[in-house]
């Protein structure tokens, strides 16, 4: 604010000092709040029940670590599966083509409509329903049948075949469940993205003679990442927290080793907190990620993406130090 | 005003539909090599539809358009007309350039990858040549040292000139502009207009539609006036512009010099 000389004349006064409206109501509220939170908090570290230097003990433990590292790696391939069978997905509902977005149309509703659990325990016994997976010329046996060759035997219409126990370990039950899941709905995901990209910039990239595989990698797909990556975040945290399911076939995940460990010392609650808290973590690491990487879409979406939390903290401690110092930042 | 050649551009007998209501109502159009067409007329005339069958972003109900005599967007097959695969209508479009009402630039890529992207996929340049290319053109529409800036970073003028730059980076033989500052603030439409009429002069081929009489006026060899989907009348500018014979040009003239 600039000092002005006060001139009667034309009505312009000085001014030192600007007194915010006052927040004390606001104040109160706040205070009363925390002291609330403080307390709920004092209440469960307090609680000798929750037994936190159980927690402590095993939150490091080899077990829980090889669990937190299957759980890791089974959501990266959920989600990185997931995606790309929902771009596939996504392609066949937009190709124009009825025969196309129908069979895309009915997986997404297929595998939107059953539970998650169901799904894993139909792929854990799946050899139940097919003994042996074999590969072949589809509608062979019927071909054959229909044709009258006679003399032709089983194995001239099928390549190579497995018999199902063999391939279909819990592990495999897991990522063919989570994955083909995972795809439901990553492909819905991925046409809300595609489309909200402007019908301009489809002419364009025709009117340019460019190829259609490029239009969508290099024109639509930057662009509908934009509104696909918050959605994604959603599904990834999803996935991570999804993946405590495995534990009922047996796959070896972050819960699943909490509860080897808690069927041993009987001490269910701390190794239920050492699973919660390594949640926290990973979906807190996710958080952040997601932030960046909204970020990095976002180019060319704003004329100046506004400062990272961190970028206004150094700014806002730079200012401070100058107030501090008498020099300006 | 230019020398004009051969027959570049040849669109015959072209009708096109939505739903039931008839855009275009059999329209021919010739356009010589060097020729500036612009194409005039009130608002729901078809003009934007037929300069968008040009490179058959629409695909005409009936009638054809041939560049350079060939015929755009399908093979002659006897008297049958076969859809072109993708990948030769791509290549066709390739030497028409368009420039569009909304500019249309890519958001997510630099002014100088808007321009450089359909010459490295398409034509095969190398990136350093494109780049240096892009900056050529930049510099011939006015914003030279831009390439780095984003589109969302320049006014609505600077990122139409981007996309002029952008259309002609493919070396086009055949300009199409559609209402190219029908979007600008008026006190942008010159710089838009200048650069274009400088194409003009330049000896491009292009079919412009605009509501700009007065630049019509100024780079036109051809003016046509279109109505309820048909031309109604074309000729050299002075003819049209200046002495009407179908009374409504009069009305439309009238109306918008008012």
Same mark, same amino acid.
């Given at each position: /604010? !600039?000092?002005?000389?006060?001139?009667?004349?034309?009505?312009?006064?000085?001014? !030192?000092?600007?007194?915010?409206?006052?927040? #004390? !109501?606001?104040?109160?509220?706040?205070? &009363?709040?925390?002291?609330?939170?403080?307390?709920?908090?004092?209440? #469960?570290?307090?609680?000798?029940?929750?037994?936190?230097?159980?927690?402590?003990?095993?939150?490091? *433990? %080899? #077990?829980? /670590?090889?669990?937190?590292?299957?759980?890791?790696?089974?959501?990266?391939?959920?989600?990185?599966?997931?995606?790309?069978?929902?771009?596939?997905?996504?392609? /066949?509902?937009?190709?124009?083509?009825?025969?196309?977005?129908?069979?895309?149309? !009915?997986?997404?509703?297929?595998?939107?409509? *059953?539970?998650?659990? &169901?799904?894993?325990?139909?792929?854990?016994?799946?050899? =139940?329903?097919?003994?042996? #997976?074999?590969?072949?010329?589809?509608?062979?046996?019927?071909?054959?049948?229909?044709?009258?060759?006679?003399?032709?035997?089983?194995?001239?219409?099928?390549?190579?075949?497995?018999?199902?126990?063999?391939?279909?370990?819990?592990?495999? =039950?897991?990522?063919?469940?989570?994955?083909?899941?995972?795809?439901?709905? =990553?492909?819905?995901?991925?046409?809300?993205?595609?489309?909200?990209?402007?019908?301009?910039?489809?002419?364009?990239?025709?009117?340019?003679?460019? %190829?259609?595989?490029?239009?969508f990698a290099r024109i639509v797909l930057p662009q509908a990442m934009r509104t696909i990556v918050p959605n994604l975040g959603n599904m990834i945290i999803s996935v991570l927290k999804a993946t405590s399911i495995l534990s009922v076939i047996a796959v070896a995940d972050l819960l699943y080793s909490a509860q080897i460990i808690y069927n041993a010392n009987y001490r269910v609650i701390p190794l239920l907190i050492v699973a919660t808290i390594w949640y926290l973590v990973i979906t807190s690491i996710l958080s952040i990620a997601q932030y960046y990487v909204e970020r990095r879409f976002a180019r060319g979406a704003q004329r100046v993406l506004p400062p990272t939390p961190l970028q206004r903290a150094r700014i806002w401690l730079q200012s401070r130090l100058a107030r501090r110092t008498g020099v300006p930042a | 005003m230019s020398a004009q050649g051969d027959v570049l551009l040849e669109a015959v007998g072209i009708r096109k539909s939505f739903g039931a209501h008839e855009v275009l109502s059999g329209i021919d159009l010739d356009v010589r090599r060097g020729e500036v067409v612009c194409i005039i007329g009130p608002s729901g005339s078809g003009k934007s539809t037929l300069l968008r069958c040009l490179n058959h972003l629409e695909a005409p109900d009936t009638g054809g358009v041939y560049i350079d005599g060939e015929l755009i967007g399908y093979r002659l097959d006897g008297t049958v007309a076969r859809e072109l695969r993708y990948a030769e209508l791509a290549r066709q479009r390739s030497r028409i350039g368009m420039v569009f009402q909304s500019f249309n630039l890519f958001p997510h890529l630099t002014v100088r990858e808007n321009i450089t992207e359909a010459p490295i996929v398409v034509h095969g340049v190398s990136k350093a040549a494109a780049a240096q290319r892009a900056d050529a053109l930049l510099a011939r529409v006015g914003l030279a040292g831009r390439g780095h800036a984003y589109p969302r970073q320049l006014s609505g003028g600077q990122q139409q000139r981007v996309a002029i730059a952008r259309a002609l980076a493919i070396e086009p033989s055949l300009m199409l502009f559609d209402e190219p500052t029908s979007a600008l603030d008026p006190e942008l439409v010159g710089e838009v207009l200048d650069v274009i009429a400088d194409l003009a002069a330049s000896g491009s081929t292009m079919v412009v539609v605009t509501h700009e009489i007065g630049f019509a006026r100024r780079v036109a060899d051809t003016v046509v006036f279109m109505d309820a989907g048909a031309v109604v009348e074309q000729g050299p500018p002075d003819q049209v512009l200046d002495d009407p014979q179908h009374p409504r040009t009069r009305a439309f003239l009238a109306s918008v010099l008012a």
């Open positions: /604010m !600039t000092l002005t000389d006060v001139d009667t004349t034309r009505r312009v006064h000085a001014v !030192t000092r600007i007194v915010p409206r006052g927040r #004390v !109501t606001r104040r109160v509220v706040a205070v &009363v709040v925390v002291v609330l939170a403080l307390g709920g908090l004092s209440v #469960v570290v307090r609680n000798e029940n929750f037994g936190w230097p159980i927690v402590g003990e095993f939150l490091f *433990s %080899p #077990v829980i /670590m090889q669990g937190l590292w299957n759980t890791l790696w089974l959501t990266v391939v959920a989600v990185v599966g997931g995606f790309v069978i929902g771009v596939l997905l996504t392609a /066949m509902r937009n190709s124009g083509t009825a025969a196309l977005a129908a069979v895309s149309w !009915t997986y997404v509703w297929f595998f939107r409509s *059953s539970p998650l659990l &169901v799904q894993l325990l139909f792929w854990f016994n799946i050899a =139940a329903l097919f003994p042996v #997976v074999s590969f072949g010329i589809p509608f062979g046996a019927e071909l054959t049948t229909l044709l009258g060759w006679t003399g032709v035997g089983e194995i001239e219409h099928t390549f190579f075949a497995f018999d199902t126990r063999n391939i279909i370990s819990g592990l495999t =039950a897991a990522i063919l469940g989570l994955v083909l899941h995972e795809g439901a709905y =990553a492909a819905e995901i991925v046409r809300g993205g595609v489309a909200g990209v402007d019908a301009g910039q489809l002419e364009a990239a025709h009117s340019l003679g460019l %190829p259609r595989t490029r239009i | -």
